[in-house]
């Protein structure tokens, strides 16, 4: 009998996990990485013609992850600052929001109390007397006015120095046209 190779197929014979078929794998494993090789310079350089240096290409992408890691770290602290602009900007809207509605309330309060004061009864014309009216030397210091002995029990209006009290008096009151027809001649 003759001697039997170990695994019992000859040299020469092709097989699938032969010496052969492991070379067709590197070859094909060798273009796959050329291909990626391409695809990344070409990525890294658009527009212009792909590198065919493998080292070259490495080291441009080695260099450009740097500087996009570098741009992204800038990227995040100016986010970060804009994210903190905007929580303050919020909350200056909501402080004016609130002195806007505080200030709004205060106006309305204001109106009316201004209405309250201007609105006068109806057909009330009020009467304001000249502003020298109203100074010291215009008119003397007050003094009360001396009852009567006889009429203990009669009140005597008191009046104010330099200030008319008709101004107070509704129109209708102070109203002289009919004073011809309601009150007989003085003779």
Do not use: Y
């Amino acid at each position: 009998m003759g001697s039997i190779p170990k695994r019992g197929r000859h040299e020469h014979e092709p097989s699938s996990s032969g010496p052969k078929s492991k070379a067709c794998r590197e070859k094909m494993r060798r273009d796959r990485l050329n291909d990626r090789f391409l695809e990344l310079s070409s990525v890294m350089n658009p527009g212009k013609q792909a590198k065919l240096d493998k080292a070259n290409i490495m080291s441009d992408a080695v260099r450009m992850l740097g500087q996009l890691r570098g741009e992204v770290e800038k990227l995040k602290e100016s986010n970060e600052k804009l994210r903190k602009t905007i929580e303050d900007l919020k909350a200056e809207k909501n402080e004016l929001r609130d002195e806007k509605v505080s200030l709004k309330a205060e106006k309305e309060r204001l109106e009316q109390q201004f209405k309250s004061i201007s609105v006068a009864p109806t057909g009330f014309v009020p009467h304001f007397p000249h502003p020298t009216a109203f100074h010291p030397t215009a008119f003397t210091p007050f003094a009360p006015p001396q009852q009567a002995p006889g009429n203990k029990s009669a009140p005597i209006p008191a009046t104010f120095p330099g200030m008319a009290m008709w101004q107070w008096l509704p129109p209708t009151v102070m109203d002289t046209t009919q004073d011809p027809k309601l009150w007989p001649p003085n003779a």
